[in-house]
């Protein structure tokens, strides 16, 4: 059974870090799109950052210059460093694994990320 599991939520001051990681439990985890996504209270899920197989990245215009996307194949693992964050970041950030073919999508089941002094 897929399984993707995140961690390193948590609350933190404005301006402050944190680093999120989600470990999968995929087989060929290294061909994967992987993202983070998050939900706002009353908003839609929105992405956040993605990141290819090949290594290539996006982000969303809120967060850019501030989160950094990164993946380690070898622990099957996705992290997004975040910096000088903002209350405006506060969400549940959801771990996603995307392939096109065969279709297969995949989430996490998300952890808090709350900014606030």
């Known amino acids: 059974q897929v399984q993707l599991v995140e961690s390193g939520g948590g609350l933190v001051q404005p301006g402050g870090s944190l680093r999120l990681s989600c470990e999968g439990s995929?087989?060929?985890?290294?061909?994967?799109?992987m993202g983070w996504y998050r939900q706002a209270p009353g908003k839609q899920r929105e992405l956040v950052a993605r990141?290819?197989?090949?290594?290539?990245?996006n982000y969303a215009d809120s967060v850019k210059g501030r989160f950094t996307i990164s993946r380690d194949n070898d622990k099957n693992t996705v992290y997004l460093q975040m910096n000088s964050l903002k209350p405006e970041d506060t969400a549940v950030y959801y771990c996603?694994?995307?392939?096109?073919?065969?279709?297969?999508?995949?989430w996490g089941q998300g952890t808090q990320v709350t900014v606030s002094s």
């Open positions: 995929i087989s060929l985890f290294n061909i994967y799109t």
């Open positions: 996603n694994a995307n392939l096109m073919v065969p279709v297969r999508d995949y």
């Open positions: 990141i290819t197989y090949s290594g290539n990245t």
